[in-house]
């Protein structure tokens, strides 16, 4: 099974734990074999990763409504300028700290790009989003994690 | 071009998705500002953190295993059975296949296409209720629900909400019948889940049938074919059925 630990990457950060992400993949293997049809070329773990995220949204709806906050990708404008960021010494833990703590929409960009390497392109596919909400969301993801990580006292 | 036109560029140009053009205006324009250089090594930063440590989860031997079952052909399920238990599926595969011959040749009119898709209408209905996973969407706000499809259907089916005739919108989802995607509208009648299902098509069948205790409705109107099925009685269903063919 290709992509198999893309999509329980992408799961496992959006639902948060092993035994629910384990069940979300499940799912999603199920639903891509019965609907396999509907896979017209392409990319495939594109498409894979699409179903698994659908799968996440609905099990978040239904267990952690909370978790879901709407975000606005027009707004780009508004976006305050934290200034010169560092990164450099932000550890495992840290990170993975920071991560958890985004709106999912913003963790799964960072997650697609950094931990899987999609492209712009790919995450669009994925996140069912143009290409162009994909570069916003990424930029304020970053910036996001940047203030969490310096209200962490990161240098 | 300012530091806030930039920023998104900086963004872009560390995940290499800029192209040649504009790559070399943000290499003109960080060497000239302090901030922006300041941003783009951060990034930078950002991106060895990531690469640094490793984050990702991988999937565990548990799920390997039961997505491999999933995947798995059904001949190669079969293999894996002991010998006696193989010929005992061979014969019952066989048995079944005679009967399902003799029912065909039997039966007078043949088995229709309409009764294929009755069978794979009501399956549809049965899984979206036992699977939890009855809609997509969940709203009864006409102007949520037929955006939602939009995008995701080479058609857009009327959605209404028939609330005052006792027939709530719950949601929408899609779904995959007849060889093709289609679009699947839930109503809620006192404790009933209906079923409707909508795709484009032409000269459809108008029938009311019973498979398996469940009701279906079916008629075309406006171009499209709309299916009914539900556990409620078949009267009740055929009003939802008038209801949606005014809406047109």
């Known amino acids: 099974m290709p992509h198999l630990d893309a999509a329980y990457n992408l799961a496992r950060w959006l639902a948060g734990n092993d035994h629910d992400a384990a069940d979300i993949v499940q799912e999603a293997c199920v639903r891509a074999f019965r609907y396999g049809s509907g896979f017209r070329g392409g990319n495939s773990r594109s498409w894979l990763l699409a179903i698994v995220r659908n799968m996440a949204y609905t099990w978040l709806k239904k267990n952690r409504p909370k978790a879901i906050v709407s975000i606005e990708d027009e707004d780009l404008a508004e976006i305050e300028d934290p200034g010169a960021p560092a990164f450099a010494q932000a550890d495992a833990a840290v990170l993975r700290a920071a991560l958890e703590e985004l709106p999912a929409e913003f963790r799964e960009a960072l997650v697609l790009r950094h931990l899987e390497g999609l492209s712009y392109k790919e995450i669009a596919e994925v996140a069912d989003v143009p290409v162009g909400t994909v570069m916003s969301r990424l930029a304020r993801a970053r910036q996001q994690l940047q203030s969490y990580l310096a209200r962490k006292g990161v240098k | ?248």
């Open chain 2, 1 to 248: 071009m300012n530091c806030a036109e930039m920023n998104l560029l900086l963004h872009a140009y560390a995940d290499g998705e800029l192209d040649v053009v504009r790559s070399l205006e943000v290499e003109q324009h960080v060497k000239s500002c302090a901030t922006c250089a300041a941003k783009m090594n951060s990034l930078k930063a950002l991106q060895s953190a990531f690469k640094e440590n490793d984050l990702a989860y991988s999937a565990p031997v548990s799920l390997r295993r039961s997505v491999r079952q999933i995947a798995r052909p059904p001949e190669d399920r079969e293999a894996r059975l002991p010998r006696d238990l193989q010929w005992f599926w061979k014969w019952l595969a066989l048995g079944a296949t005679a009967v399902a011959i003799l029912a065909i040749v039997i039966r007078p009119m043949g088995i229709s296409q309409n009764d294929a898709l009755v069978g794979e209408v009501v399956s549809a209905h049965v899984r979206s209720l036992m699977a939890e996973h009855l809609t997509d969407v969940v709203s009864s706000d006409k102007h949520t629900v037929k955006p939602w499809f939009a995008g995701k259907l080479d058609f857009s089916p009327a959605v209404t909400d028939f609330a005052g005739q006792d027939f709530a919108l719950v949601g929408g989802r899609l779904d995959y019948l007849n060889g093709r995607t289609v679009a699947a509208l839930v109503y809620k009648h006192n404790k009933h889940f209906i079923n409707v299902f909508i795709w484009p098509a032409a000269n459809a069948p108008s029938a009311q049938e019973s498979f398996h205790g469940y009701n279906v409705v079916s008629f075309d109107a406006g171009g499209f074919q709309y299916y009914l099925v539900s556990d409620m009685d078949e009267p009740g269903l055929t009003q939802l059925a008038g209801l949606l063919g005014q809406g047109k």
